[in-house]
């Protein structure tokens, strides 16, 4: 299992555009992470505020929802947020392509 984990987080990494990764724990500390250590905890401590209030107001709407997934784009990059129950991953992306904003 942690060799298919490993290859995963591998062809993750090396997708087109892709600039960080970080895996964090609960307690915001990185576990896993191709970025230097400074970038990876801001990541993860950022992410982690963003979370708790995503979750609140999820919460507020419909107190059996839970966040699944977050996507952010910025002028720069997109971030795609994947809580789960134990970690967080984050992936930092160039974005490809123009899309206009909704």
């Given amino acids: 299992m942690a060799a298919q984990i490993e290859e995963t987080l591998k062809r993750i990494q090396t997708s087109d555009g892709v600039v ?7 307690d915001g500390i990185p576990i896993k992470t191709n970025m230097d250590n400074a970038m990876s905890v801001r990541y993860a401590g950022l992410v982690q505020q963003l979370i708790a209030t995503s979750q609140v107001e999820i919460k507020k709407d419909d107190p059996n929802d839970n966040l699944t997934y977050l996507r952010l784009r910025t002028t720069d990059n997109e971030i795609m947020v994947i809580p789960d129950k134990h970690y967080t991953m984050v992936v930092i992306q160039k974005p490809t392509g123009s899309r206009s904003p909704m």
């Fill in 20 to 26: 960080g990764l970080v895996i964090f724990n609960n």
